[in-house]
């Protein structure tokens, strides 16, 4: 891909029809939740004698119960079955349900429509697992990040267009029932058709033998999930994610109607501008994170999450009881504004927060056991979506209103952010990195096609600033092992940087002979592994702006691990607050300027027999040039 490219993927089959259908099918199963939240809502009475606000949530439940029974024999099938066919299936599914909805607006039998919640959940903890396990099989990884934002971006914008369309539909006097009706099964159709045109997915292990006990196989895919560590937190922090969705998106109806005495109508707005938020928060994350997975942007997202959800806390308190506010009376009311906004900010930064995990979880999971591990993905965030249902159900009886209701969540949110980031450092990690290099400096990258995707390699770089790593970790896609020297490896905060990254200190012979000798061992064991690790070897900060001779240290590194060496030149560090331009570093506040532009310019490899000292200072000199 370049440049902006993503959208491109649109016109090519390898993507396109698998968009459409997963935006029709989620275009879909809003415009039928939409009509029948709204419905349950505003006519409870005509259905049942429990309160509404249990309603919404008994509802929500069953709709989610299926991912939690269900998921862990998807995710079998999908790794077992053709997937492309799997997906024409699942949608002909979609389309029975629809049938079996319609049939309940109908009657107004609250039976069948809670039971068409309940298959329309069958069907989705079908689809889930193909869903995400196809993209890997068509996109790159350079496109991936990119794909996930589009399929974000498009369930964000189908959810938004679905509930607009299905709450337009069910409060049209006379017709409105046998619209959503009609509309919910042509949309069906119109998947079935399209999902004959994406391209055939080969099954990664055709030859598995499913277990149809959905207890036993959920439980083994939760501790088969659970192997890789890295992969289940982000799992848990996308279960996370969902709880949290769950807790706001349940109580919109009821926030509406009881709380801003407002109509059916604005229900909508406030889902509408939400989805929008996460619709631009999606397709933001390739432009922040360079096309590469970066999960530096996820504390980002769970910072916003916090904030904008105690605001809108506060701004949902003091709204006096009132006759019920149309669609246009509630956006003129300013006082309304501020909670929109609130709403927007929160699905924005929770675009932020999932797109990367999302991301993670694919490019870090076995091909083989990529749909089970999916499911195990889809059975976690079942379980605490429905948790969050029953924790809303408490916490009503227990007396707490709905702004209350809000306000906890947030709190929770910054704590569970906290637990996770204590679990696995890498996340505040590369938040550290990314935010140095996109608050601090503007980045100009060029070259970093050249670095291998995948095998040993030896990245050598002139040694400009005490930040030359993490300008470094945040512009190459491959997690990058940083030998330095043990003195700037432990600065305070740093240090926390340095070693989440695995970065390995180094000192001179002279000075501890068997840090020198441990440094050179695991950097060879490092670069067998197949890690990509970079010197610095000048072996000092240059104090003149001009490079000094290359070390011969790294032709010991070569000839113990011969492997791939990448000159990469840091340009326009020189003179900033973290260079020894005019005396100490990190002395002179007034070097500090917001948005100083710097760059990285990486050359061709070399193989390791042609990369002498001279011949790789020489090289990181060319590719600097007179930019220092």
């Not at 029932?177 to 042509?186: D, N, R």
């Not at 501890?512 to 000092?540: H, N, S």
């Not at 791939?564 to 003179?575: E, Q, S, Y």
Request: charged letters at 15%.
């Amino acid at each position: 891909m370049q440049g902006s490219s993503q959208y491109r993927l649109l016109a090519e089959r390898r993507f396109g029809p698998f968009f459409g259908v997963q935006f029709l099918g989620a275009f879909n199963d809003n415009v039928f939740k939409q009509a029948l939240v709204i419905l349950l809502a505003y006519q409870t009475a005509s259905f049942t004698t429990m309160s509404s606000d249990t309603l919404q949530n008994l509802a929500q439940a069953l709709f989610i119960l299926p991912f939690f029974l269900f998921s862990a024999t998807a995710g079998q099938i999908a790794d077992k079955v053709e997937k492309s066919t799997l997906i024409t299936i699942t949608v002909a599914i979609e389309l029975a349900v629809m049938a079996l909805g319609a049939v309940g607006l109908f009657t107004q039998s609250l039976a069948l429509l809670l039971g068409a919640l309940f298959l329309g959940g069958v069907q989705s903890a079908l689809f889930g697992p193909v869903k995400y396990a196809i993209l890997p099989q068509h996109l790159n990884d350079t496109e991936i990040v990119g794909g996930n934002g589009m399929v974000e971006m498009g369930t964000s914008i189908a959810i938004l267009l679905g509930m607009v369309y299905g709450g337009w539909l069910i409060t049209q006097p006379g017709w409105g029932v046998a619209g959503v009706a009609v509309s919910a099964m042509a949309i069906s159709a119109a998947g079935i058709v399209l999902s004959r045109f994406i391209p055939k997915s080969p099954a990664p292990d055709p030859a598995l033998r499913i277990n149809w006990n959905p207890l036993t196989e959920t439980w083994r895919n939760l501790r088969f999930t659970a192997r890789d560590r890295t992969v289940w937190n982000s799992i848990l922090g996308i279960s996370w994610f969902w709880f949290y969705g769950a807790m706001f998106i349940t109580q919109f109806p009821n926030l509406s109607k009881n709380v801003l005495g407002a109509a059916e109508h604005v229900v909508t707005l406030l889902l509408v501008v939400f989805s929008v938020g996460i619709g631009v928060g999606s397709l933001l994350c390739e432009r922040l994170s360079g096309k590469k997975v970066e999960i530096g942007l996820v504390p980002f997202g769970s910072i916003g999450l916090t904030v904008f959800g105690i605001d809108l806390w506060l701004a949902a308190q003091g709204h006096a009881p009132h006759a019920p506010q149309t669609l246009a009376e509630f956006a003129r009311d300013a006082s309304h504004w501020r909670m929109l906004a609130d709403l927007f900010l929160l699905g924005l930064f929770g675009g932020f927060y999932i797109v990367p995990l999302y991301a993670l979880v694919q490019t870090r999971s076995d091909p083989a056991h990529r749909s089970r591990i999916i499911a195990g993905n889809n059975i976690l965030n079942a379980a605490f979506i429905v948790a969050a249902a029953a924790i809303a159900i408490g916490l009503f009886a227990a007396g707490l209103t709905i702004p209350q209701l809000i306000l906890v969540t947030a709190l929770l949110n910054a704590a569970v952010a906290v637990y996770i980031y204590l679990l696995v450092p890498e996340f505040l990690m590369r938040f550290l990195v990314w935010m140095l290099v996109h608050s601090v400096y503007r980045l100009e990258k060029s070259g970093l096609e050249r670095i291998p995707d995948e095998g040993g390699a030896l990245i050598v770089a002139n040694h400009v600033s005490f930040v030359d790593a993490l300008v470094i970790a945040a512009a190459v896609r491959r997690p990058v092992r940083f030998v330095m020297d043990h003195r700037i490896f432990g600065i305070p905060v740093l240090n926390f940087v340095f070693r989440t990254g695995k970065a390995i200190p180094i000192a001179a012979a002279k000075e501890d002979a068997r840090m020198m000798e441990r440094a050179f061992a695991e950097v060879a064991g490092a670069l067998r592994a197949g890690d990509v690790v970079c010197i610095f070897p000048e072996g000092r900060i240059t104090d003149t702006g001009e490079i000094y001779p290359f070390r011969p240290g790294l032709t010991r590194i070569l000839q113990e691990t011969p492997v791939p060496v990448v000159p990469i030149a840091l340009r326009g560090l020189w003179g900033s607050f973290f260079s020894r331009m005019g005396g100490a570093a990190m002395t002179r506040p007034w070097r500090m300027r917001p948005f100083a532009k710097i760059g990285l310019a990486v050359g061709a490899p070399l193989a390791a027999a042609a990369a002498t000292p001279e011949a790789l200072q020489a090289r990181v000199a060319e590719l600097r040039g007179g930019w220092r």
